[in-house]
């Protein structure tokens, strides 16, 4: 990511040019409320245009690495913010965690948060990475690195993430090794990568071994419990119910624990259930859950080590990294 | 909690007390690696000794709240932190996550670093809050909150916490409301308090029942998810084993999901459960778990509002606050 020369705009030329004082400069930098809209605007206007920057209190050593996600719903941000938070720590360095809902609105609050704090670096955990949000960070001047689980193609920046189409597969061929044929796939979320990765990965492993998926057993999910389990009970009122399913996630997959266990049959014993991230609740689940292990904690790891090595004037060679998925076989499947 | 007066001590003359140039000064301050050790030690004492502290970019505003945990493994560190930074974002704050395993050197790390970083505010989520962190806090002139889920009697500080006692009665008064005579406890890490007044609570409920807890029918946990399955599996041993559990924690409460399964019994058909939290992933368990709520992104956001008032300059009043608890009545208990 190219860095804009820093220009040395001061406070108080701001000040001057937009006719107001140097603490109304100041009240507008902290984003206190105590400014009529008119003269926050101007000043907005001015800072951007002049490219302001707090002095900055970085010395080739980061103080502030900021992560962000679209949401702190999922438990998965946890594992990622862990692995972030151990290499920041022992560096030296806060983690700074935000969430901006896929909001616009809550997209700008955070950049203009990002550069009141003077942040030395960003991980991004965003499904829309758009040229705008690389432009705007091109101009606070700050490095930034994706962390990137669900497989989009996006910006020019060093992005990280795992072998969604490998663990599908692997998936797959687990349950066609127990002797399963009818396999179904629920499906995430329309639209995302790693959704249409894991759903060709289903496709490939099935093809590997010779069979043709059927299309009445694939379901569309959207990552959520509630999908998985409307999905789960929609395939086991098929005429020829699958003996297994693969769902997407985690969370889809404890939806179909839940349709099976209301319909009266067991894990694994009439049905193979297998996931897709591992979140620690899987481990806890009963039975424990057969999934495909993604590596959030590492993930978070090697983007903070990124994050930190662009901030001492490393350049970061590629644009995607791609971390190994692994089956983690529990007590969900079972020979058919 | 009181505020030490500034002083305007400078690195100048840091440095030339120690007899080492500015730039030295500044790296120690940045954590970098590269000063000798004696060195370094020479100026952290006298950095120390004249309370040295950046320059604050705060001007009655908050630009960093400072978020400590021992540990990032537990999902509702996690809600807690969505609470902190919803709170923290729109008031144009960043949320710095931090964990120090309970660890010395992890906590001097952090508090150094905090320093290093100027925050303006902390919230501690720590299960030891002894009274040289509150000495260190004050010399570093920060206002800190703490939320206290777990109970503690602590520093003088102001704290957040939940009714523990009184969850811990309805999830009992429930389950003898459904006709449960024989109800066991799981209870937690001993030597917290909060597994002690959730004990408390259990016992308490059966009281007003007129009922006696039987001594093995209370067995010691440590809130992991294997102490519950081990407990599990010695009540249902017993030669009359009983007919609900209420674990003291979700966790405890999904090992004991296991040992049931795996002895061939079903929730609640066999035997009701009860948890204490609300994880999300307890909404997902199968069946959905009847559990105690904690409103723990509740705490989070009452704690970082707290913190931003305190940061405003407003004193906060009373020592202590406890949020409610809430039985959530799902489908793991059923009449007896």
């Given at each position: 990511m190219g860095r804009a020369s820093g220009r040395a705009v001061t406070i108080s030329a701001i000040a001057a040019e937009a006719g107001v004082s140097v603490p109304t400069v100041s009240r507008v930098l902290n984003g206190?409320?105590?400014?009529a809209p008119g003269t926050r605007e101007r000043v907005e206007q001015l800072l951007r245009h002049h490219e302001y920057r707090r002095p900055s209190r970085r010395q080739g050593h980061a103080c502030l690495v900021d992560l962000v996600f679209d949401?702190?719903?999922?438990?998965w941000a946890l594992e990622i913010v862990r692995g972030v938070e151990e290499v920041a720590h022992s560096a030296g360095a806060g983690t700074v965690v935000s969430a901006i809902h896929s909001r616009a609105s809550d997209r700008r609050q955070w950049l203009d948060n990002l550069r009141v704090r003077a942040t030395d670096a960003v991980i991004l955990v965003l499904t829309d990475l758009d040229g705008e949000l690389g432009a705007e960070l091109e101009r606070l001047d700050v490095p930034a690195v994706a962390i990137d689980p669900a497989g989009v193609p996006a910006l020019d920046l060093p992005t990280i993430g795992v072998t969604n189409w490998s663990g599908a597969v692997s998936a797959t061929e687990h349950l066609i090794g127990l002797g399963h044929r009818r396999i179904a796939h629920i499906s995430g979320?329309?639209?995302?990568w790693c959704t249409r990765s894991r759903l060709d990965g289903y496709r490939a492993g099935l093809g590997s071994a010779g069979l043709e998926p059927a299309a009445e057993l694939v379901v569309e999910g959207d990552f959520g419990y509630e999908s998985g389990y409307r999905a789960g009970v929609h395939l086991l009122g098929l005429a020829e119910p699958p003996t297994a399913v693969f769902a997407a996630n985690d969370q889809m997959a404890m939806g179909v624990y839940e349709a099976l266990r209301r319909s009266g049959?067991?894990?694994?014993?009439?049905v193979s259930v297998v996931g897709f991230d591992d979140l620690p609740s899987s481990r806890w689940a009963s039975p424990p859950m057969t999934t495909v292990r993604q590596p959030l904690t590492e993930l978070g790891r090697m983007a903070s080590q990124m994050a930190l090595r662009m901030v001492g004037g490393e350049s970061i060679e590629g644009p995607r990294v791609e971390l190994a998925t692994e089956l983690v076989v529990r007590e969900s499947t079972a020979a058919r």
């Open positions: 206190r409320s105590d400014v949401d702190l719903d999922s438990p979320r329309p639209g995302l049959r067991r894990v694994p014993d009439d």
